[in-house]
């Protein structure tokens, strides 16, 4: 996930892929959820957990931050939480693999809407269309 706050001149943007254990150890015992439910909790937009994101990426600048007290300003204006394209993937994936083929349009629609990059859904959808060799792998033209 991208996890974003505006400012009023510059947005500050940090992927949880970026992160190293302990700070997802740290986010989750500040939020008090697995890193399951923190996921699902950025996914859902939820506060207390987009905060927690850029409180870990702000303590690398700024050692001893703690977040009792961290706060961020008109936070329903100026934070969210995106899907990247892994992520994507992985959703789209297991929607055709669990749900079925038919409800990959609808979920790609959603996925929309969370992406980072929108267009990521579009590269992910032709990825999934692309024929796979016997590996599984998605065969590309030279």
């Known amino acids: 996930m991208i996890v974003s ?3 009023d001149d510059r947005v500050e943007e940090y992927s949880t892929q ?3 254990t302990i700070e997802s ?4 015992r500040v939020t008090g959820l697995e ?3 923190v ?3 950025l996914k859902s937009q939820k ?3 987009m905060s927690a994101i850029i409180w870990v990426f702000r303590r690398r600048m700024e050692a001893g931050l703690k977040f009792e007290g961290f ?3 008109q936070w329903k204006r100026r934070l969210k939480a995106r899907l990247e394209r892994e992520e994507i993937l992985d959703l789209l994936e297991g929607v055709r693999e669990n749900v ?3 409800h990959v349009e609808e979920a790609a629609r959603q996925c929309r809407v969370l992406a980072h990059q929108p267009d990521d859904v579009d590269a992910v959808l032709a990825e999934l269309a692309a024929p796979k060799d016997k590996k599984g792998t998605a065969k590309t033209s030279k």
């Open 100 to 102: 079925g083929e038919e």
């Open 47 to 49: 506060p207390l957990a």
């Open 25 to 28: 150890a740290e986010v989750e």
């Open 18 to 20: 970026d992160m190293a």
């Open 39 to 41: 996921e699902t909790a």
């Open 35 to 37: 890193w399951d439910d």
């Open 5 to 7: 706050f505006a400012h």
């Open 71 to 73: 706060s961020l300003p």
